[in-house]
Structures are given as structure tokens and as C-alpha cells.
T-cell receptor
Framework: AQSVAQPEDQVNVAEGNPLTVKCTYS??????LFWYVQYPNRGLQFLLK??????LVKGSYGFEAEFNKSQTSFHLKKPSALVSDSALYFC???????????FGTGTRLTIIP | GAVVSQHPSRVICKSGTSVKIECRSL??????MFWYRQFPKQSLMLMAT?????????EQGVEKDKFLINHASLTLSTLTVTSAHPEDSSFYIC????????????FGQGTRLTVV
């Protein structure tokens, strides 16, 4: 079985400050980890992924995420937040060989001007 | 990245009628597509896996006779909500990934269904 937890429903950050959106996961094998962003009434946009290799992965719009195997975490980060980063963020996981993605409950990120 | 197009983006229908939602992979062939449902302020719930040329695989608790899925070609999957009721009102999203190329899935724009 595979699962994802996003412990924070809402994260507020002042513009220009660093941001972190937390995600922990559980899989039986090797994880494929993803972050997606959703704007109102839109589908999900792919931000970044971890498959293998370097634990720090960089993605779109200046976002990055760090894979931590011992803590089973894949937190999303950005050094300096923009107001336009305000959106709903989903962490997702699938086990190697499993086509189905499992999503977290989502974290609403609000950047305060 | 690959493009998945979903149509319509919004639809309003009367109770008892059926609504068809299309999901197209524009620049790749998708043997498998996925249909999700998203309730307000909630996560995505996988409804079914659409397989080209064969029957869809439905998740537990999803009524296959209400949510008909057809994947007749490598670039098109359709979801038909039959005999729609107000409780079927929701945001429906499809996804696909490029086989052997991408590990990530790409999502359609979503369809907001309102049943009145």
C-alpha cells in the first residue's frame, strides 16, 4: 500500500520569505515522488519529481524538494516566495511498477504581500 | 511537457440527463488514462483507470454503470456521467503519462460539472 500525508492544510508566508510545504510518504518499495500545483478551477500542473539520484531536486518556478529516505519525507521549498505562488499544492507518490498515483490532501499556500 | 486536453471545462445539466467529458492526449499516445474526482477543498480521488481497447478498471465504491468510461483510441478517453444527480456535481480531472518517456503524469484542465 502507498500513502501520502500533508500535515498542514494551510501555510501562510510573507512575500520574499522562504517557504516550506511538508510531505511524508509510505510505500512498500522504491518511491516515485511528485509535487503538483493547482490553481482555482484548473487541473494540476507538474512541478518536480524524485525518481532516483540526488536527494535535492529542482523544478519549475524556482521550487525544489529534498528527498529524505530516513524520514520518508519530500518537503517542497522555495528560497523567496512570490505572491503568485499562492495556490493549492499536492504531494503524490507511486510505488515503482504501480501506475496509480496516491495524493496527499493538499496544502493551501498563501503568500502575503 | 506532454499536453492533456479536457473538454468541456464547465457544464451544467439537468437531473436525469447524461454528460460526456472528453480527455485527449494531444502530442502522445496514451494506452492508459486516469479519471479523478475532486470535492471542494479536498484531494483527488481516483475513480477509474481507462485502458485503450479494453474495459476500464474502477476503484472500490465507484459505480461503473453511472460513470461509463470509453477509451476507444490511443488519444481519447471519455467519461459519461449517466442519469446525473446533484450529488454528482464535482470537479472531474483526467491524467495520462507518456509511456516509457515520462514518469510523471500530466493532467487535463478539469471539468466542473453542476447538476441542477
Amino acid at each position: 500500500a502507498q500513502s501520502v500525508a500533508q500535515p498542514e492544510d494551510q501555510v501562510n508566508v510573507a512575500e520574499g520569505n522562504p517557504l516550506t510545504v511538508k510531505c511524508t510518504y509510505s510505500v512498500s518499495g522504491n518511491p516515485y515522488l511528485f509535487w503538483y500545483v493547482q490553481y482555482p478551477n484548473r487541473g494540476l500542473q507538474f512541478l518536480l519529481k524524485y525518481i532516483t539520484g540526488d536527494n535535492l531536486v529542482k523544478g519549475s518556478y524556482g521550487f525544489e524538494a529534498e528527498f529524505n529516505k530516513s524520514q520518508t519525507s519530500f518537503h517542497l521549498k522555495k528560497p523567496s516566495a512570490l505572491v503568485s505562488d499562492s495556490a493549492l499544492y499536492f504531494c503524490a507518490v507511486r510505488d515503482f511498477g504501480n501506475e496509480k498515483l496516491t495524493f496527499g490532501t493538499g496544502t493551501r499556500l498563501t503568500i502575503i504581500p | 511537457g506532454a499536453v492533456v486536453s479536457q473538454h468541456p471545462s464547465r457544464v451544467i445539466c439537468k437531473s436525469g440527463t447524461s454528460v460526456k467529458i472528453e480527455c485527449r492526449s494531444l502530442d502522445f499516445q496514451a494506452t492508459t488514462m486516469f479519471w479523478y474526482r475532486q470535492f471542494p477543498k479536498q484531494s483527488l480521488m481516483l475513480m477509474a483507470t481507462s485502458n485503450e481497447g479494453s474495459k476500464a478498471t474502477y476503484e472500490q465504491g465507484v459505480e461503473k454503470d453511472k460513470f461509463l468510461i470509453n477509451h476507444a483510441s490511443l488519444t481519447l478517453s471519455t467519461l459519461t456521467v449517466t442519469s446525473a444527480h446533484p450529488e454528482d456535481s464535482s470537479f472531474y480531472i483526467c491524467s495520462a503519462r507518456v509511456p516509457l518517456v515520462n514518469t510523471e503524469a500530466f493532467f487535463g484542465q478539469g471539468t466542473r460539472l453542476t447538476v441542477v
